[in-house]
């Protein structure tokens, strides 16, 4: 047991370093960046909940040591790579190696060794959860929590008593700190409960969900945080009533309560106002309620979807007799409908918990149920982690930019899917390796990421600058997901979709020379069609 552990945890560490090794600082990863340094530097944290960002793996992954020097801004190129790379490690290190390792712990105590072996093995190969595993962001942490949840919700429904409630109270409190997201883990713990409510004593239950709000409470550092926003919706309806309107809005806007509530109200606000979205060639202001499953669809391995698809009989079958896929069915209900109801079609990070849910689901299934035949369990096993390799080695290190053969490959990700799915401004290593290898590091560039290109020896300028044929760039670089109108204002790029690039830095950057002619009328076209800000 202790040899499996140390070869997941190895396997683990080693993915995830070259995938981090081989990408600049992801979109998200400079916000976080800042928001730690000035929590550590200046002590302030109200970044966090105005941004809705829970700020336990953002401290912990971003760690005093890994902001160092503070009098340095957060995207300086002199200190910025840095910065990065100490974050990653730390990241990998809380929760990449501990997600992995506790599918395999748990698995292998409740349904067999073959079972956790399957089920963490497949993960740690995992090209989408790798991509994200190497960036210090929050998306596996909270997976991580997840999982721990689960784990002492089972146990809690199997036997209550204080300790497991104090356990389980602990993991809500913990995910909540991670990531704002994880009411649906309370909404799955009360449904579960519920469920189960015969003979129980329903105060223990109320307390252990209440305790896990105030270890979330305390894991903020007991912060309090005004509940109404000055300009929200609430003084809206207060000032159009008109009612003595100053006296109440100033009344109200002074009450305060724990900071995650402010945190979670900004990420309701967001779901329900919604973001651009991009899927299939279409665009759109708020996205579409299939997007998620189109998107899984899209991005997972065949692996990953044999499970997805197994789970839904398997714990129609077994829903009766089986408390671990009670308990796992919820939860993949909750994390399952919970996206389609939102508006921010951001990426298939947001389904980690319901990939993770399904393969441990299914995988626990296999293990018992092949006990009388070991050679079809061992082969089963090997046949699963032989084809999760397939597919993880077909994009090494480019994870991010997973796409399946249903999909067309990572070659025609960006017909598909932008943003995080591919796009997270991770390609700038490689198109300062391309720019070298062409004996230069000048050029024009619509970059989506918040990296500095300077950290990564980019001389860039911004395509609406018109240099004189003197000065001018030779190469132009353009983002995928600027390519395909999203996040920038007015569509600019909209000539450049139908011309062919010179190269492909990675799967998110196209270059194209600027002595073309059909690519100087584009640039053209895209500083007249820009809108500023």
Known sequence: MALTVGVLAGMTVAAARAAARATSGTFDETIYLDLARRAWFEHNTEGFTELGVAPLPVMLAWSRAAVEPFDQASGDPAVYTNRVARARNNAIWWFAVPLVVSVFLWLAVRSGFAAGLMAAGVLALSPNLLGHAALATTDVAFALTVVLSLAPLTTLIESQSVPRAVALAAALGIALATKYSATALFVCAAAVMWLHRRGRRRSLDVLTLGGGLLVAWAAHGFAL?????????????????????????????????????????????LERSGQEAFLLGARSPTGWWYYFPVALALKSTPVEMVALAAFVPLAAGRWKRDLDIRVLATAALVFGILPLAGHRNLGVRYLFPLVIIAVMGTAGWLGPSMSVRPRLKVATVALALAVQAGSFLSVAPQHLAYFNLMAGGPSRGYLRLVDSN??????????????????????????????????????????????????????????????????????????????????????????????????QQALNAARLNACVH
């Open 225 to 269: 945080s005004p509940l109404i926003s000055s300009s929200g919706s609430v003084a809206q309806i207060v000032t159009w009533a008109g009612v003595d309107s100053g006296r109440a809005l100033e009344w109200l806007t002074a009450l305060r309560g724990p900071s995650y509530v402010r945190g979670i109200a900004a990420q309701l606000y």
């Open 422 to 519: 591919l796009d997270w401004g991770q390609d700038l290593p490689r198109l300062s390796a391309w720019l070298r290898e062409h004996q230069t590091n000048h050029v024009s560039l619509a970059y989506f990421g918040t990296a500095p290109p300077r950290a990564y020896d980019i001389d860039a300028v911004g395509y609406r600058e018109a240099p004189g044929a003197w000065d001018r760039p030779k190469w132009f670089a353009l983002s995928v997901t600027y390519l395909q109108g999203v996040f920038v204002c007015g569509d600019p790029f909209q000539a450049f979709r139908s011309l062919s690039p010179d190269a492909r830095i990675g799967y998110s950057i196209m270059v194209y020379s600027t002595e073309r002619a059909d690519v």
